[in-house]
């Protein structure tokens, strides 16, 4: 059975082989990583509150009536894994840009290929 994947650990990683490429501090992968990061922990925090609260929550409208809801969270949770996945292919095509030699091996699959090492 495998371990969980430790999120955190992945992300120094990738932050690691991204200094030992030199495309750490550039403008472009710094702000698009960052933003992914920002978008794990809401969908962390948006996974918890369907945990906690169901797929259905009881609204209350105005005279008092309750109606049964889907939970917004769920709305929520998939606009923003679908913000994360344009954000990671964006990540992915900057690091292909900053990193890929004409002709040559691509450098991206060896940078993905430590991750996992």
């Given amino acids: ?3 969980p994947i430790n999120l955190e650990k992945q992300a120094e990683i990738i932050l690691q082989r991204a200094e030992e490429k030199g495309v ?3 403008f472009f992968f710094a702000t698009t990583f960052k933003r992914y990061q920002v978008q794990m922990q809401a969908l962390s925090a948006l996974e918890e509150a369907i945990k906690e609260h ?4 009881t609204k209350e ?3 008092g009536r309750e109606n049964l809801v889907v939970n917004p969270a769920i709305t929520e949770y998939n606009k923003t894994s679908t913000a994360a996945n344009g954000t990671v292919a964006t990540l ?6 900053l990193t890929d030699e004409p002709g040559g091996q691509s450098k991206f699959q060896a940078f993905m290929d430590a991750i996992n090492d």
């Fill in 92 to 97: 992915i095509n900057i690091l292909k840009s």
């Fill in 1 to 3: 059975m495998k371990k």
């Fill in 54 to 57: 169901g797929p259905t929550v």
């Fill in 24 to 26: 750490q501090s550039n």
């Fill in 61 to 63: 409208y105005v005279k």
